[in-house]
């Protein structure tokens, strides 16, 4: 049954206004009633914060600034614009913007950025930032003829990496004197693909630097689990070994 555009936009609009007010319980406690906003971690709130600021930013900008392109997910948001001025005059009229409509732009974040490169020389205070979980920068590169460049790339950013480090250092199996390499590479096989699809796309070497920590682990859990490994030289020649004779055994291993 196809409901008019009107009916549904009326009843979005009562939903809405309902997920805004709904109370909120937590354990042993009163229900506590609400005037506006959505609680911190509510499954609704992403999809509110979505349309919302679809017709804020998305719709805003591509009427008024149709020069200017733009990636956005979620908040994060990234503006390319012509030229420093370009870009003082768009965050004006964003922080307006976004004031009128309720929200404030974060004071931190918020932040213009040279894209430094070997055909771009300019000499600016901020060359670098980070979006979703990556670290756009200047970085030394080589075409295809061998000759080294300055690009403007994207890399895994140092917090995704303590991120990446810390999910690796908490795995129990690692710990385990009864496991093998095998069944440690079963288990770690469909998270590092993972972050070899995401954050290897670009910038490989800073990721198979990152993994790196990974061998490190490899190597103390090979001391503690071989008596003939104790010191760290055996136990690092050990994982070298088995790395050359089975290069596929873990997915970083394999890493161009």
Not at 153 to 171: E, F, L, M, Q
């Amino acid at each position: 049954m196809l409901i008019p555009k009107h009916v549904a936009e009326k009843w979005m609009k009562l939903y809405i206004e309902r997920w805004l007010k709904a109370p909120v319980q937590h354990r042993d406690e009163q229900p506590k009633l609400r005037d506006k906003g959505t609680p911190q971690g509510g499954v609704i709130s992403p999809l509110l914060a979505n349309l919302y600021l679809h017709y804020v930013f998305d719709t805003w900008v591509e009427k008024h600034w149709i020069g200017i392109q733009f990636e956005r997910y979620a908040d994060d948001i990234v503006c390319h614009c012509a030229s420093e001025q370009e870009a003082q005059q768009l965050k004006t009229l964003l922080e307006q913007r976004f004031t009128d409509c309720g929200l404030t732009l974060h004071p931190k974040k918020t932040k213009i950025a040279y894209c430094k490169s070997s055909s771009k020389r300019g000499s600016y205070p901020q060359v670098s930032f980070d979006f979703l979980g990556h670290t756009f920068k200047p970085r030394l590169c080589k075409n295809k003829q061998g000759k080294f460049f300055v690009a403007f790339t994207p890399a895994i950013s140092r917090k995704s990496a303590k991120k990446v480090r810390d999910k690796i250092a908490s795995w129990r199996i690692l710990r385990n004197s009864k496991a093998n390499l095998n069944s440690i590479a079963y288990y770690s096989r469909a998270i590092l693909q993972g972050w070899k699809n995401y954050y290897g796309k670009y910038g490989r070497a800073e990721l198979k630097r990152v993994l790196f920590y990974l061998n490190e682990k490899l190597v103390r859990w090979a001391k503690k689990k071989y008596k003939r490994l104790k010191t760290e030289r055996r136990a690092v020649r050990w994982i070298i070994g088995y790395r050359q004779r089975e290069p596929k055994l873990f997915v970083h291993w394999s890493f161009t």
